[in-house]
């Protein structure tokens, strides 16, 4: 069994930081991209930060200088530093990762959502 366990969630003041952590586990044999998006009600999902294979790190601009996203490949977890964060952070927040899994079709696995509330 493939998952994405995330931990960090919950409820801060307007610029409060939180860090958001996910690791993948079971039987898989690759691990390519692996980030975070997340979701409100009135919006789709939107990519927030992922670090793609090779290393490069792609964010959404509204979180450009206030988070910061890091791997570790040897311990296959990623990590989401949330600093300065304001209301419109609010939203749930999944771990993404392309995972490749001997004899499944399936890339693109997602960790259950942890909500993050930024009240003023």
């Known amino acids: 069994q493939v998952q994405l366990v995330e931990s960090g969630g919950g409820l801060v003041q307007t610029g409060g930081s939180l860090t958001l952590s996910c690791a993948a586990s079971g039987n898989f044999l690759t691990i390519n991209d692996m980030g975070w998006y997340r979701k409100t009600q009135g919006k789709e999902r939107e990519l927030v930060a992922v670090?793609?294979?090779?290393?490069?790190?792609d964010y959404n601009e509204a979180v450009k200088d206030r988070f910061t996203v890091f791997r570790d490949n040897a311990r296959d977890t990623v990590t989401l530093q949330m600093n300065n964060l304001k209301e419109e952070d609010t939203a749930v927040y999944y771990c993404?990762?392309?995972?490749?899994?001997?004899?499944?079709?399936?890339?693109?696995?997602w960790g259950q959502g942890t909500q993050v509330t930024v009240s003023a």
């Open positions: 993404y990762a392309d995972l490749i899994v001997q004899l499944t079709m399936q890339h693109d696995y």
């Open positions: 670090v793609r294979t090779g290393g490069r790190k």
